[in-house]
């Protein structure tokens, strides 16, 4: 059974950092791509940041320079660092695995992150 499990999130300031963490189970987590995506109240899941296999990343807009991906491929895990915390960032943070070359996706259930003084 595929497991997906988001962590990390909480109430913080503007101008706050939270970690998030995403841990797999249940694959071969190093072919897959991991992104972190987001949905705010009454708005699209949107991706935010993705991280291959071997490292690289991508970012929206909104969070260069502000979040960094990364993941450990011998713990099944993936991070999302969030710095400079702005309320427009407040959303449910979702994680999700892709295996490009099959078409195999899977989502983690999600953390909230509220970003409020």
């Known amino acids: 059974q595929v497991q997906l499990v988001e962590s990390g999130g909480g109430l913080v300031q503007p101008g706050g950092s939270l970690r998030l963490s995403c841990a797999a189970s249940?694959?071969?987590?190093?072919?897959?791509?991991m992104g972190w995506y987001r949905q705010a109240p009454g708005k699209q899941r949107e991706l935010v940041a993705a991280v291959t296999s071997g490292g690289s990343t991508n970012y929206a807009d909104s969070v260069k320079g502000r979040f960094t991906a990364s993941r450990d491929n011998a713990k099944s895990t993936v991070y999302l660092q969030m710095n400079t915390l702005k309320p427009e960032d407040t959303a449910v943070y979702y994680c999700?695995?892709?295996?490009?070359?099959?078409?195999?996706?899977?989502w983690g259930q999600g953390t909230q992150v509220t970003v409020s003084s």
């Open positions: 999700k695995a892709t295996q490009v070359v099959v078409g195999t996706n899977y």
């Open positions: 249940g694959i071969s987590f190093r072919p897959y791509v």
